[in-house]
T-cell receptor, first 112, second 113 residues
Framework: GESVGLHLPTLSVQEGDNSIINCAYSNSASDYFIWYKQESGKGPQFIIDIRSNMDKRQGQRVTVLLNKTVKHLSLQIAATQPGDSAVYFCAEKYSSASKIIFGSGTRLSIRP | EADIYQTPRYLVIGTGKKITLECSQTMGHDKMYWYQQDPGMELHLIHYSYGVNSTEKGDLSSESTVSRIRTEHFPLTLESARPSHTSQYLC????????????FGPGTRLTVT
């Protein structure tokens, strides 16, 4: 069956350092891989996506890397700020589907 | 800020009661979704809709039902609430061709006693 999973359930990072959140996926038929951020008491918020035919995409302070060989996805956050504290979910979408499957989430906490 | 709304935000209700969780979006999105999420856990899709009069069951079995009579409105109903229904329910929507980019409401935290 398909699954999207995360390597670490929690990550603690010093403010100003870079954060790297990892995710493993199992379905090679997915055409989009997505990262969402969920702050306490709120619904998830879309951060960035990457198509399966790409291996890197950059946004504002974030970079997503896709390694299809080992079915691995990562989210890099540059110069981590207190506002980055949240749970981060990776997700994947199959090419023919209008729905996405979420992984189990990594909690990112920032040390002052 | 996404224009998607959920009411109520919190609900405590007794076993056996019928409840409807409301979800509305003002973005004209064609697709809408309902997810169930326990604290700190992943989201599980319970229902989705491609458009008006189109609804599908999601990946997680649910005793709830949904309707989509208007584009902007996607209510979820539990005919008889049970303690096992205690969870957070999140509604989302997406624009045509962009189902990977979903906009979420703030959620309804349901407690069934």
């Amino acid at each position: 069956g398909e699954s999207v999973g995360l390597h670490l359930p929690t990550l603690s990072v010093q403010e100003g350092d870079n954060s790297i959140i990892n995710c493993a996926y199992s379905n090679s038929a997915s055409d989009y891989f997505i990262w969402y951020k969920q702050e306490s008491g709120k619904g998830p918020q879309f951060i960035i996506d990457i198509r399966s035919n790409m291996d890197k995409r950059q946004g504002q302070r974030v970079t997503v890397l896709l390694n299809k060989t080992v079915k691995h996805l990562s989210l890099q956050i540059a110069a981590t700020q207190p506002g980055d504290s949240a749970v981060y979910f990776c997700a994947e979408k199959y090419s023919s589907a209008s729905k996405i499957i979420f992984g189990s989430g990594t909690r990112l906490s920032i040390r002052p | 800020e996404a224009d998607i709304y959920q009411t109520p935000r919190y609900l405590v209700i007794g076993t056996g009661k019928k409840i409807t969780l409301e979800c509305s979006q003002t973005m004209g999105h064609d697709k809408m979704y309902w997810y169930q999420q326990d604290p700190g856990m992943e989201l599980h899709l319970i229902h989705y809709s491609y458009g008006v009069n189109s609804t599908e069951k999601g990946d997680l079995s649910s005793e709830s039902t949904v309707s989509r009579i208007r584009t902007e409105h996607f209510p979820l109903t539990l005919e008889s609430a049970r303690p096992s229904h205690t969870s957070q329910y999140l509604c989302a929507s997406s624009a045509p061709g962009r189902s990977y980019e979903q906009y979420f409401g703030p959620g309804t935290r349901l407690t069934v006693t």
